[in-house]
C-alpha cells in the first residue's frame, strides 16, 4: 500500500506542539529501539550480547546477583560474553582459556582506575586509584617492601601475641561465631603490625571505630554514586579526616623520636620515590592513605578466609581438621611450644586447607578492568572474539573455581587436589585464583597466610571445636563474601606433642 506523504506531512503539521514532540520523541525512541536489538543480535567476532528487554534488561538481570547471571549466561552462551549494563558494556571472561589477557596485561590495555575509582573518598586523595599508573607502581612498590620475607619475620611474633592474648580470654568451654571473632582479632593484629604500635596500644578503640565509620561508607550505591550526599558517605569523610589527623600527630611523634619500629607504618615513613615526584619522601597524607587502603584490602578478605578454613576443616573434622591437628603435634615434637615464621611455612596442611577454602569461598564475587583497547580472546572451543574497547572486562574467581573441567568433583572440599599427583591448580594458569594473578596478584598473599596460620595454630593447641549449626551458607548481600553466621562450640584443651 503505497504512503501518501503529503497527506502524511500535512497531518504532522496540524497537530498541536506537544503532540508534535510526543510523536517524534516516540519515532526517535523507536529507531533506538530497533538499533539497540538489532546491535545485540548482529556482533561479528565481538561476544555475544544478552540483554532481554532493550536498555534496562541487563540491568535487571545484574540486580538479580552476579553469581545466577553468569550462571545463566555461562550455559546459554559459554566463556565470553557481554551483558549492557545501561549506557556501559560489561564483559565476562569465565575459566583460564580466555582470562590470561586480563590477568598479564598492563594498566595502560587493561585499566583499573575506571572500575575502582569509587574508593577514592575512602582511601583520600593522593593514592592508588587518584594516582596515574606511575605513581600508583611507585606505591605499589612501597608497600611491596613491607610485605617481604624479611620483614615478615618481624611480624610473626606481633600475630602470636594478639592471638594468644585474645583466645586467654575465653573460658573452658562457650559458643561464638567465627566471623565476629576473626573480625576482631585480625584489626587488632593488623593494628599493631601494619598501623603502628601506638594505634594498638593507645588509640586502638578510636582508630577501629573511625575505621568502621570508613567502611560503612562503602555500600553498593557507593560503587555508582561514591559522592552522593548520604549519612553514611558523611560519616565516612569525617572519619578519613579524623584519621589523617591522628596519624599526622602519630608520624610528628616518631619523627621527632630516634626510636624506629617493625611496622608497616614505619617503611612508609623511611620510603621515597625512585622514578616519580622527584624522589621525595611519601607525605603524611599519602602514608595514612595507603595504610587505610592496605586494611581495606586484607581486612574482611582474612576475616572470611580464616572463617571459611574452620568452617571447613570443622565439617569433614575426622579428616581435614583431624589431619592439621596431627600435623600442629609433628610441629610440637619437632619444636615444642615455638612458632615462628619458619615453623609457619613448613604447615602443609593447614596451607593447603586454606587454600581450598579459598577455592570454595573467594572474598571476591569478580575483579573488574576497563579495556583501553581491543582484545582477542579464544574459547576452549577454538571460537575467537574481539573484546570492544571501553569495555568492563570482569572475571570471577568464584565461578572459575567450580568448573568441572578445571577442577575434579568442584563442589568437594578436598585440600589435596592441590597436591601431587593431581595439582590442579597448575592444569592452566589462571585456573586457581584464590589470590587473584598475573601482574595485580594479591602482594600481601604471603602475610594472609601467615596471619590466618598463626591463628589457626593457637587455636588448635588450645582447643577443640563442633559446629552446632548447619554449614553456613555465603552472604551474597555483602561486598565481601563471607560465611552466614554460623555457631561453633569451644573446648580448652592443652594439644600434646606427637610420641
Request: with cysteine; glycine share 6%.
Amino acid at each position: 500500500m503505497a504512503v501518501d506523504l503529503v497527506a502524511v506531512t500535512e497531518g504532522l503539521q496540524a497537530l498541536p506542539l506537544p503532540q508534535l514532540i510526543a510523536v517524534a520523541t516516540g519515532v526517535v525512541f523507536l529507531a533506538a529501539l530497533v538499533m539497540r536489538i538489532l546491535g545485540n543480535k548482529f556482533q561479528g567476532n565481538a561476544p555475544p550480547v544478552d540483554e532481554g528487554i532493550p536498555f534496562v534488561g541487563g540491568l535487571i538481570k545484574f540486580s538479580k546477583g552476579p553469581l545466577d547471571l553468569m550462571t545463566e549466561m555461562y550455559a546459554k552462551h559459554g566463556e565470553v560474553f557481554t551483558i549492557p549494563l545501561l549506557h556501559k558494556n560489561m564483559t565476562f571472561l569465565i575459566g583460564p582459556n580466555v582470562s590470561p589477557y586480563f590477568f598479564n596485561s598492563t594498566d595502560e590495555k587493561m585499566s583499573q582506575t575506571e572500575v575502582y575509582n569509587f574508593n577514592v573518598p575512602t582511601f583520600g586523595k593522593g593514592v592508588v586509584y587518584d594516582v596515574d599508573v606511575k605513581i600508583r607502581a611507585e606505591q605499589f612498590r612501597i608497600v611491596g617492601d613491607a610485605l617481604k620475607s624479611a620483614k615478615l619475620k618481624s611480624y610473626v611474633p606481633m600475630f602470636i601475641q594478639e592471638a594468644e592474648e585474645y583466645f586467654a580470654k575465653w573460658g573452658e568451654t562457650g559458643t561464638v561465631n567465627l566471623l565476629d571473632v576473626f573480625g576482631e582479632l585480625i584489626i587488632m593484629t593488623a593494628s599493631r603490625t601494619l598501623l603502628g604500635r601506638e594505634v594498638r596500644e593507645h588509640m586502638f578503640r578510636e582508630v577501629a571505630d573511625l575505621y568502621h565509620d570508613l567502611d560503612d561508607g562503602m555500600r553498593p550505591l557507593s560503587v555508582i554514586f561514591p559522592y552522593a550526599p548520604t549519612a553514611y558517605h558523611r560519616k565516612r569523610d569525617a572519619a578519613l579526616k579524623q584519621l589523617q589527623g591522628i596519624f599526622g600527630k602519630v608520624l610528628a611523634a616518631r619523627r621527632a623520636s630516634s626510636t624506629k619500629e617493625d611496622d608497616m607504618l614505619q617503611v612508609l615513613m623511611d620510603a621515597n620515590y625512585q622514578k616519580v615526584n622527584n624522589g621525595r619522601k611519601l607525605t603524611d597524607e599519602e602514608i595514612t592513605g595507603l595504610l587505610i587502603a592496605i586494611l581495606f584490602a586484607g581486612q574482611h578478605t582474612s576475616t572470611v578466609t580464616s572463617s571459611w578454613t574452620g568452617y571447613r576443616m570443622m565439617s569433614t573434622k575426622d579428616t581435614t581438621f583431624a589431619a592439621a591437628v596431627k600435623e600442629q603435634q609433628e610441629m610440637m615434637k619437632k619444636h615444642g611450644e615455638k612458632l615462628d615464621f619458619d615453623i609457619l611455612t613448613s604447615m602443609d596442611v593447614l596451607h593447603w586447607n586454606i587454600h581450598e577454602a579459598l577455592r570454595l569461598g573467594p572474598p571476591l564475587i569478580m575483579v573488574m578492568r576497563y579495556s583501553k583497547e581491543a582484545f582477542s580472546v579464544t574459547t576452549s572451543k577454538g571460537k575467537t572474539h574481539i573484546i570492544p574497547k571501553n569495555h568492563i572486562v570482569a572475571c570471577s574467581p568464584t565461578f572459575a573455581h567450580l568448573l568441572p573441567q578445571v577442577f575434579e568433583h568442584p563442589d568437594k572440599y578436598e585440600p589435596d587436589r592441590f597436591l601431587p599427583p593431581r595439582e590442579e591448580q597448575n592444569a592452566k594458569p589462571f585456573s586457581y585464583l584464590g589470590f587473584g594473578g598475573g601482574r595485580h596478584a594479591c602482594m600481601g598473599q604471603m602475610f594472609a597466610m601467615l596471619q590466618i596460620k598463626t591463628i589457626w595454630s593457637v587455636l588448635m593447641r588450645n582447643f577443640d571445636f563442633e559446629m552446632i549449626d548447619a554449614f553456613p551458607e555465603p552472604d551474597y548481600t555483602s561486598m565481601v563474601i563471607g560465611p552466614k553466621p554460623c555457631r561453633v562450640k569451644y573446648t580448652r584443651r592443652k594439644l600434646q606433642p606427637a610420641v
